[in-house]
């Protein structure tokens, strides 16, 4: 009687467990088995070749429009052609795109017998027009405020000439604070007639050091991006240098040339599936260029998962080769401007090569190569977004991992309260907008992000085979499975 008591409690706990494995893999519907054989090419001495690279300097830290930027999208681009992968648009394997890039350092401020130094003695800002002029005279208005109750332009010839002003506004003086505001001041000038604006500061060395530190490094925006109209040109000085010109009348001369237009590339790859869905793989090849003069190649970032990215490009290519076909097509996108604010990824989705609507899933690799400083080992992968449009998907990848990879999956990032707002912070945002089922795979922040020493030696290369292996398997059950994920 025990016996048969003890076998009537433990059947429906048997039949209760096999019922949720076979609950659980409804979500995958291929069969895995050559996937996994496959997958197995994707080794770590592989993805070192192409972080070594990638990575070194002579890319020059693959800022975008940079000649390394450039650099690297020849070896993306002959990485696809000598693994047979066809290009997504035309031979050039490019969707090239237009930045405004605004280079401060390019200003000029000088005498006819000194040029002084931009950021050590002045710097200027803003979105200033593109204008060179030359031997004009600089005039104080003080603090460069014109109302009913005070005119500081009272009296004083600026007609084509510069104006100093000083910051804020004076001791005592009842109005409202806008007047003291620095845009206030420059329309008011021009408004007078004056060439260009010089606020003159005091404590110029010790004031104003994460501008003067920002201007030191070319300002990136897409071409057509809303952005403000062009000002007069206006300065931040030294009180004693602006202050000695106007005493001794010392004509001066300055050019704000810093605008240009240049480009950038995607480098896109492509296989072609049975019908015209496609998934998308993206992980961006630009980093930050240098720091203080030192070179940032950012090698985990995202140098670890471009990488990825072109070995499991050339992994799926060896299967279609051998005649195994997806059911949907695969585009690798290696975007630039990530860090510029996701340029690449956003061109693509405003301009897709495929159609958006048969765009069924993005999955994006940035940052997979090291441990954090939150985790305890390095066996964790943290995954972003993969529920938030499509709950389907998110379990496809849970039972993936189950199966295949056993990672720690930890969703802390994921959470739409987090401080962070990783979810908006890289390429996957843009498809995401999009409405199309995303993840978002991140291996977080550590101790040499965006510095000059986020380098190859600190690469886990067994971490960043086994997260690409993982990506590889997720996207081959996307692209082979006969329906796509459900929204």
């Not at 332009?153 to 806008?178: C, Q, T, W």
């Not at 030294?238 to 704000?256: G, H």
Request: charge should be neutral.
């Amino acid at each position: 009687m025990q016996s048969k008591i003890l076998l009537y409690v433990i059947f429906p706990i048997s039949f209760f467990s096999c019922q949720l494995l076979k609950q659980q893999k409804t979500y995958l519907k291929t069969n895995l088995d050559k996937a996994v054989e496959y997958s197995n090419n994707i080794k770590a001495a592989e993805l070192n070749k192409h972080l070594s690279v990638l990575a070194s300097d002579e890319f020059e830290g693959r800022e975008t429009t940079t000649p390394g930027q450039k650099k690297a999208a020849d070896y993306i681009k002959k990485h696809f052609i000598n693994s047979n992968i066809s290009p997504a648009i035309d031979s050039s394997y490019y969707q090239q795109f237009n930045v405004d890039v605004s280079n401060f350092l390019n200003v000029e401020f000088k005498t006819s017998n000194k040029e002084f130094k931009i950021i050590e003695e002045y710097y200027s800002f803003g979105n200033p027009i593109n204008t060179t002029i030359k031997e004009v005279l600089i005039v104080d208005v003080g603090y460069g405020v014109a109302n009913k109750e005070r005119n500081d332009y009272n009296n004083i010839d600026v007609n084509n000439k510069i104006v100093a002003i000083k910051r804020g506004l004076p001791v005592g003086f009842k109005h409202s604070e806008k007047e003291g505001n620095w845009r206030r001041k420059l329309k008011e000038a021009k408004e007078q007639g004056a060439l260009a604006v010089i606020f003159k500061e005091p404590n110029y060395k010790n004031t104003d050091t994460r501008i003067k530190q920002y201007l030191k490094n070319p300002v990136m925006k897409m071409h057509g991006n809303q952005r403000a109209k062009p000002h007069l040109p206006v300065f931040v000085m030294n009180q004693t240098i602006v202050d000695s010109l106007i005493i001794n009348k010392i004509p001066s001369s300055f050019s704000t040339n810093v605008s240009a237009l240049k480009t950038a590339e995607n480098v896109l790859g492509f296989i072609p599936g049975k019908s015209d869905e496609i998934i998308v793989l993206s992980a961006h090849y630009d980093h930050i260029g240098y720091d203080n003069g030192e070179i940032c190649n950012g090698a985990d970032d995202d140098g670890s998962g471009t990488s990825a990215l072109l070995e499991i490009a050339k992994t799926f290519q060896k299967a279609y080769d051998s005649g195994i076909k997806p059911q949907r097509g695969i585009l690798f996108l290696s975007v630039s401007g990530e860090e510029k604010g996701l340029f690449g990824s956003q061109f693509y989705t405003d301009h897709p090569v495929f159609p958006l609507s048969k765009t069924t899933t993005n999955l994006n690799i940035d940052m997979v190569g090291r441990q954090d400083t939150v985790q305890e080992n390095n066996n964790y992968i943290y995954l972003i977004g993969a529920d938030r449009i499509s709950n389907e998907l998110h379990e496809i990848s849970e039972n993936i991992n189950d199966q295949y990879i056993n990672f720690k999956l930890d969703y802390t990032y994921n959470d739409k309260e987090d401080p962070n707002r990783f979810y908006e912070r890289s390429d996957h945002y843009n498809f995401a907008k999009n409405n199309i089922p995303v993840i978002f795979y991140f291996g977080g922040l550590h101790e040499d992000y965006h510095k000059p020493t986020d380098d190859v030696e600190k690469i886990d290369f067994l971490k960043l085979e086994k997260v690409s292996r993982y990506v590889f398997l997720t996207a081959w059950e996307l692209a082979y499975r006969k329906n796509a994920v459900q929204k």
